[in-house]
């Protein structure tokens, strides 16, 4: 018993060592557990709506507006229960919505456009006249700038009949054909009605080195000059004999000159070319064995240039000016770096950005316009130069001819020099110059330039600003270092006599006094400013003039009524001086009312201001030639060229639309 005892004791120690959690397990089972919570189902929050701008709730499902109207495809367009917001994060990432978004915005900016514009338009439409016919000219512009043609332009602005225009090209030229007889009947009938006429003449090669010869008219319509293109020929033979014939051909062809009679041609202007106005062969010499009458001028503006731009030749420092402008317009046009560099110290000295023209001798004031601009950026030209003086020769030799004071000061003067000589050319190139203003005018600009020889406004400033230096500072003009001492000073006097006195000899041998012998008497008899007050210098005033004109008129008018009228017209012309003080105003008044009281003076005075003493507007048919014919527009043949020209010149106030458009309607049948 006592054995068992002990056997049972070391069994149950035993188990208790091999599970020590036995006893534990037992009482944690016999403990109640808590029954579980069931989840409960998730719904839809209301701060999503604040949060997720593009949310709604529909039918108890999460819906996407951006993606219903765009039609995508995703839950969110269906309907999508899974309420939380990492789906609602998640579809906000994805590429569905994005897109969907974008599209979205498109739509609204592109309906704000239009409901803008559709604003804009009403409000246009419904304001006063005048801003109704800036919402045309404002859709004119856009059509103009989009490089849309006329017809479709008209179209788009609702011009009656637009829609049934003709494109086709041919017939676009009949309708240019029958514009372009409109005017010239009307300039023809004019020239007809005016008693006498003058021709200036030109030649030229356009785009396609096709020699051609512009010609102008001037005559009197209502007792005023009045200048109009005639035509641009295109001529084979380029000799005197060979301009005479195309000349002479055009005239009688167009009806302007009559059964081979051109005793009305009295004018002729011209360039100073020897095929125009050779002694013995030029044109002029030719005309005049048709017409003795005749009277031809070489161009007055053509002299001017002449006159100004070999006023240099001889004088070795103005013609080294020259070739260095030449070659400082050449250093910048060739290289965008260095213009670039330019136009860099031109904004930050300056403010504004101007480019180095290109002046030459041809061009009549474009040496005033490359000086001007040297003179005015002078600083930032030396600044550039200086600073690729070390990496070209070209830069170093252009900076020191140009970072000099006799440069500096040759340039002050050429300003003031050239701005004179700008303005009477500029006066002889207008159409309404006339006999008095020629030598008015050149004795003035003559005066003018002799008073330069003693100093000139520009000129002097600059010499005051070198002056303003210190006799031991460095010599600076706009901040820029140059060169300057007193035996430059003493070589700039005697470049400036001696271009000063070179360039009004050529003007006084230009415009020489005998040579306008006919013009000047024209003026003594027609100019009321020339004639004396005093009567016993009236008695004998202009009475040699007259006789000259006298001679060489003698034919067209009667010479012993003119003379014999001479006295008493002296006397009115004094009297009306008050109120017809000028030359043209005087020549009105007796063309329109004095007609039968003073005939043949009447008849001078319509050949004085006939003749023709400039050529400029044949330069300005050059250049609109140019401007037609260009090289996207190479193969515009010389008829079209000669109709477009007559157009653009002489359009719109000359054109019968109405009588053209019915001689268009009459050239054939057709079928709208």
Not at 254 to 278: E, P, R
Not at 338 to 350: A, F, N, V
Not at 568 to 590: C, E, I, M, P, R
Not at 626 to 643: E, F, G, T
């Amino acid at each position: 018993m006592a054995q068992s005892t002990l056997k049972s004791f070391f069994s149950s120690a035993k188990n208790s060592k091999e599970n020590p959690n036995a006893s534990s397990d037992s009482d944690s089972s016999q403990q109640i557990q808590p029954p579980k919570k069931k989840a409960k189902p998730r719904g839809f929050c209301e701060e999503w709506l604040n949060k997720f701008t593009w949310l709604f709730l529909d039918d108890g499902t999460m819906k996407c507006k951006p993606c219903i109207d765009t039609r995508q495809n995703n839950p969110f367009v269906k309907g999508c229960g899974n309420f939380g917001t990492s789906t609602l994060t998640r579809h906000q990432q994805t590429s569905y919505h994005t897109d969907a978004l974008k599209a979205v915005k498109l739509q609204c900016d592109f309906k704000k456009c239009t409901d803008n514009a559709e604003t804009m338009k009403t409000k246009f439409l419904n304001n006063s006249v005048s801003t109704n016919r800036h919402f045309t000219q404002i859709r004119t512009v856009y059509c103009m700038a989009s490089l849309a043609s006329l017809m479709k332009l008209q179209q788009e602005i609702g011009c009656p009949h637009a829609d049934l225009f003709y494109t086709k090209p041919e017939i676009v030229c009949e309708m240019e054909q029958v514009i372009s007889d409109q005017i010239t009947k009307s300039i023809y009938d004019k020239i007809n009605d005016s008693p006498f006429f003058g021709i200036m003449l030109d030649e030229t090669c356009d785009i396609t080195v096709d020699k051609k010869l512009v010609i102008y008219v001037r005559y009197i319509k209502d007792g005023e000059a009045q200048v109009d293109y005639l035509g641009n020929k295109k001529v084979t033979d380029c000799t005197a004999e060979g301009i005479k014939v195309a000349l002479c051909n055009f005239l009688e062809q167009t009806g302007i000159v009559k059964d081979g009679n051109y005793s009305s041609l009295m004018g002729l202007g011209t360039d100073g070319a020897a095929v125009m106005v050779g002694c013995k062969n030029g044109l002029g010499v030719k005309l005049k064995t048709m017409n003795n009458k005749l009277v031809q001028v070489h161009c007055v503006a053509h002299r001017l240039n002449l006159a100004a731009s070999q006023a240099s030749k001889g004088i070795e420092y103005m013609e080294d000016y020259r070739r260095y402008i030449q070659l400082l317009y050449r250093f910048f046009a060739d290289s965008n770096v260095r213009y670039d560099k330019l136009r860099e110290l031109q904004t930050l000295l300056h403010g504004q950005v101007k480019q180095v023209p290109e002046g030459t001798t041809v061009r009549w004031l474009s040496i005033e316009s490359a000086v001007k601009m040297i003179f005015e950026y002078y600083d930032s030209i030396i600044l550039t130069l200086e600073d690729d003086k070390d990496k070209t020769g070209k830069a170093a030799g252009l900076w020191t001819f140009l970072a000099d004071s006799l440069f500096l000061l040759i340039t002050a003067l050429l300003i003031d020099v050239l701005t004179v000589i700008g303005i009477l050319s500029l006066t002889f190139q207008k159409d309404s110059v006339n006999l008095a203003s020629i030598r008015n005018n050149v004795d003035a600009t003559v005066e003018t330039l002799k008073t330069m020889r003693h100093g000139s406004t520009t000129c002097d400033e600059v010499l005051l600003v070198l002056d303003s230096n210190g006799p031991d500072s460095e010599t600076k003009y706009k901040n820029v270092q140059i060169k300057d001492n007193q035996n430059i000073r003493t070589r700039f006097n005697a470049v400036r006599n001696n271009y000063l006195d070179n360039l009004i000899e050529n003007i006084e041998n230009r415009f020489p006094k005998d040579e306008l012998n006919l013009l000047e008497c024209f003026d003594a008899v027609f100019n009321p400013k020339r004639y004396p007050i005093n009567q016993i210098e009236l008695l004998k005033y202009a009475n040699d003039q007259l006789s000259t004109l006298c001679d060489q008129y003698s034919g067209i008018i009667d010479v012993a009524t003119c003379k014999a009228q001479f006295l008493q017209f002296k006397h009115f012309v004094v009297s009306h001086k008050a109120v017809y003080g000028d030359f043209d105003k005087l020549s009105k008044l007796l063309i329109t009312e004095y007609t039968d009281i003073y005939p043949d003076l009447v008849k001078l005075v319509t050949i004085a201001q006939i003749i023709p003493v400039s050529s400029a507007p044949c330069e300005r048919g050059f250049s609109q030639q140019n401007i037609l014919k260009s090289k996207v527009r190479n193969r515009l043949s010389p008829d079209r060229v000669d109709r477009l020209l007559m157009i653009k010149l002489n359009g719109p106030k000359e054109i019968d639309f109405l009588s053209a458009a019915r001689e268009f309607a009459s050239l054939k049948d057709r079928k709208k």
